[in-house]
């Protein structure tokens, strides 16, 4: 069961459309999909409340457990931010983020947008 409530979440987004799914194979995957099947539009964020078949960085694969969240985010393009950069800018912000509203003193980011 969500201990958040849709709804509001889609509201909190706002201009990010919300695509949530309980299990994924892949939120990058998918978000391929969708964009492939023209059903996604930027920006977007792709949600999974439990991911079988996630991809790291050199081939590794990955799953996320119970309680975890798996996030892809799908942004318009803009040519001032290198593709390559946006990663890491949203690592580094979500880290800024999650340490400004939260009392967690040792919250770390993992190469190069894992929290």
Known sequence: MNRFRLDDLRKRLKPFRLYFYPRLRST??????????????????????HQISGRGRGGNTWWSGTGSLTVTF????????????????AGVALHRAISGLTSISDLKLKWPNDI
């Open 28 to 49: 990058n995957d998918h978000a391929a999909t969708l964009r492939r099947d023209g059903r996604l539009y930027c920006p977007a964020v792709v949600v999974a409340g």
């Open 74 to 89: 799908a942004l318009p393009t803009d040519e001032r931010i290198p593709a390559h950069q946006v990663p890491l800018i």
